[in-house]
């Protein structure tokens, strides 16, 4: 059995990412915010922890990626991809809509449809959507932006539903655990995910990119986040396709270490939407593995 901890309180798009990981005896835990989730993985109150990490319309979720780059390393075990889209709550009672809240992901993709339907009410970041669905219930707010799902939760009544800027708007979420721990196995669609502290030099950025792109390794994702130390220095949040367990991608992640001594490794696993890694010619795990192999035979001389 796994205690799963999820950025919360339930009813949030989280919880239901976190249920697709869950086996049965599992248990959730609600957390208030994404540093609280991971933090109890840290400290051992969690087996794992659930957490969003970017959105197609809005990208990155900073409060996972500084999260993640601070404190004790925690490694990325899987992933899950949800559709989004926002059900639109209040209370019974609630005469004119004057504010609406939600968490911030969560209301600039839907800025149009409040602008639209909702013009006189002042958007207020809440801590997540559910958590805006427990503030409307508590009357400090008019209406929330919430998942379908929070009505089932917080006896509220539906103004709208299906709301989304973006048709097929989709947000990714990250289960993360303490080392040590067992890699998943790679799939061939696979995707690993790493965070660099670049010094603040000339090219760093282009230097670490350079050693992906001559490996013929395609990026899934590149994110900058500040360092919150020295202004302008920035932590670089580097995707790409395959497994760490590859010897193709062994040798790029042994690169950027060589390339960045400041670099988390936060995870190898099996991408939700099942994108294949391209891989170029010359750059198979198979030519890596015999270019080791013919480099042995010449260090060992018997290969001319
Ligand atoms: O507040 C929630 O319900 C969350 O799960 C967070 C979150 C996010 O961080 O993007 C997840 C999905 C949606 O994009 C809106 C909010």
């Given at each position: 059995m796994s205690r799963i901890a999820y950025f919360g309180p339930i009813g949030t798009f989280t919880e239901q990412a976190a249920r697709t990981f869950t086996t049965p005896g599992d248990e959730l835990v609600a957390a208030e915010t994404i540093p609280q989730a991971l933090d109890a993985v840290r400290k051992g109150e969690a087996d794992a922890a659930c957490v969003p990490v970017e959105n197609s319309v809005e990208g990155a979720v900073p409060a996972t990626l500084d999260s993640l780059a601070e404190r004790e390393p925690l490694i990325g075990v899987a992933e899950a991809l949800l559709p989004v889209h926002f059900s639109v709550l209040t209370r019974e009672d609630a005469g004119e809509i004057r504010t609406v809240a939600s968490h911030p992901h969560a209301l600039a993709q839907v800025r149009q449809w409040l602008e639209e339907?909702?013009?006189?009410?002042r958007a207020v970041a809440a801590g997540s959507t559910a958590a805006a669905a427990v503030a409307v219930q508590a009357g400090e707010f008019d209406a929330a932006v919430t998942a379908p799902v929070a009505v089932e939760h917080y006896p509220l009544k539906v103004l709208a539903t299906e709301v989304a800027d973006v048709r097929d708007a989709r947000t990714r979420f990250l289960l993360m655990r303490k080392p040590p721990v067992t890699l998943p196995d790679p799939t061939g669609a696979d995707r690993t995910?790493?965070?660099?502290?670049a010094a603040n030099r000339t090219g760093t950025l282009a230097?670490?990119?350079?050693?992906?792109?001559?490996r013929g390794i395609n990026l899934t994702r590149l994110d900058a986040r500040p360092n919150k130390q020295n202004f302008g220095e920035y932590?670089?949040?580097?995707d790409f396709e395959g497994h760490v367990a590859e010897p193709r991608i062994a040798d790029a992640v042994s690169a950027l270490r060589r390339r960045c001594r400041d670099v988390r490794f936060l995870g190898s696993f099996a991408r939700a939407d099942g994108v294949r890694a391209t891989i170029e010619p010359a750059a198979r795990n198979e030519d890596f593995a015999d270019a080791d192999g013919?480099?042995?035979a010449v260090q060992r001389g018997e290969q001319a």
């Open positions: 339907n909702l013009p006189g009410a995910s790493l965070v660099a502290a230097a670490l990119l350079t050693e992906l792109a001559t932590r670089f949040f580097i013919w480099v042995a």
